[in-house]
């Protein structure tokens, strides 16, 4: 069982950027690889990002929509993967949740995570 826990949300101008994190309890943190989605409402929930586990090459993979302003990296000592946001954009608001699934490589697709967290809200003002 793995629990998740984000923080780092906010409300930030456009423009901004805001560094998001994601605690994981658990022991097998390393074994599993993590993502990204953000939600907003009225939306279906939308794919950021995604790392795979560290062993595999730590490979990563981003939306479209934030390739170039999004980064996320893991810190297996830790226990905690981050987001970290640059050149926010009103679009951007959304909910944010991280998801880890019991696999070695990402994913895009919201149904393939085994764990998900509470959400944190990021918002975007113009």
């Known amino acids: 069982q793995v629990q998740l826990v984000e923080s780092g949300g906010g409300l930030v101008q456009a423009g901004g950027s805001l560094r998001l994190s994601c605690a994981a309890s658990?022991?097998?943190?390393?074994?599993?690889?993590m993502g990204w989605f953000r939600q907003a409402p009225g939306k279906e929930r939308e794919f950021v990002g995604a790392?795979?586990?560290?062993?595999?090459?730590?490979?990563?993979y981003y939306a479209d929509s934030v390739k170039g302003r999004f980064t996320i990296t893991r810190d297996n000592a830790k226990n905690t993967v981050f987001l970290q946001m640059n050149s926010l954009k009103p679009e951007d608001t959304a909910v944010y949740y991280c998801a880890a699934r019991t696999m070695s490589g990402g994913s895009s697709k919201p149904n393939e995570y085994d764990y998900w967290g509470q959400g944190t809200q990021v918002t975007v003002s113009s």
């Open positions: 790392i795979s586990i560290s062993w595999s090459g730590g490979s990563l």
């Open positions: 658990g022991r097998t943190f390393n074994s599993h690889a």
